[in-house]
């Protein structure tokens, strides 16, 4: 079955830019109707959605944080993605990656998700 | 301060029904669908309902879901220990200021 892991170090400086990847397996990147998205969760608090893309590279990304988020795609090696820029300690979470369905505009959800992967920002 | 709202705890007993309230704005749950998710301790959120009410495969009938207007309710019956977990509701937002994907707070069920 389609299996997520993200990978990427697990401590980025203040300032610095933090980045992931998540590898695909069991299922192709390219696959139509499917985006792949980032979402973070901060230590004991709730889902943040950070940004989706598309195998054509076409992307969606939260207007709270689009001035700092870059994601891409590799369909070479099936997988995507996350650039955070000029992080803080406000951006240390887990950091997951998920396929995003959507089906039509107002039709979304994420299945599966990868594990997870803590990212803390500190000096 | 999330744009959907979910009560932050609910609990019931074991073999009790309990329902998880998500309420928002016409920008969202009233012209989107909505999903669920269930987050089990110390593990990766987890899909329990899509477009509204429609569950997964191998996600027991247990579980439901439904929306009316601006706000949706994830129904959980025949409570069992294994179900304490957070939950979250998320739809997609087209508002200018939260437009793309948004999520509830998350509400922790507590089985007594």
């Known amino acids: 079955q389609l299996q997520l892991q993200e990978s990427g170090p697990g401590l980025v400086k203040p300032s610095e830019t933090l980045s992931l990847t998540c590898t695909v397996s069991?299922?192709?990147?390219?696959?139509?109707?499917?985006?792949w998205g980032w979402i973070r969760q901060p230590p004991g608090k709730g889902l943040e959605w950070i940004g989706s893309i598309y195998y054509s590279g076409s992307t969606y990304y939260n207007p709270s944080l689009k001035s700092r988020v870059t994601i891409s795609v590799d369909t070479s090696k099936n997988q995507f993605s996350l650039k955070l820029s000029s992080v803080t300690a406000a951006d240390t979470a887990v950091y997951y990656c998920?396929?995003?369905?959507?089906?039509?505009?107002?039709?979304?959800?994420?299945?599966?998700w990868g594990q997870g992967t803590l990212v803390t920002v500190s000096s | 301060q999330s744009v959907l709202t979910q009560p932050p705890s609910v609990s019931a007993a074991p073999g009790q029904k309990v329902t998880i309230s998500c309420s928002g704005s016409?920008?969202?749950?009233?012209?989107?669908?909505v999903s669920w998710y269930q987050q089990l301790p110390g593990t990766a959120p987890k899909l329990l309902i899509y477009e509204n009410n429609k569950r997964p495969s191998g996600i027991p009938d247990r579980f439901s879901g439904s929306k009316s207007g601006t706000s949706a309710t994830l129904g959980i019956t025949g409570l069992q220990t294994g179900d304490e977990a957070d939950y979250y509701c998320?739809?997609?937002?087209?508002?200018?200021?939260?437009?793309?994907?948004?999520f509830g707070g998350g509400t922790k069920l507590t089985v007594l």
């Open positions: 016409s920008s969202n749950i009233g012209n989107n669908y």
């Open positions: 069991g299922g192709s990147i390219s696959s139509s109707s499917y985006y």
């Open positions: 998320g739809t997609w937002d087209s508002s200018l200021s939260a437009g793309g994907v948004v």
């Open positions: 998920a396929r995003h369905v959507r089906a039509v505009a107002d039709n979304n959800w994420f299945d599966p």
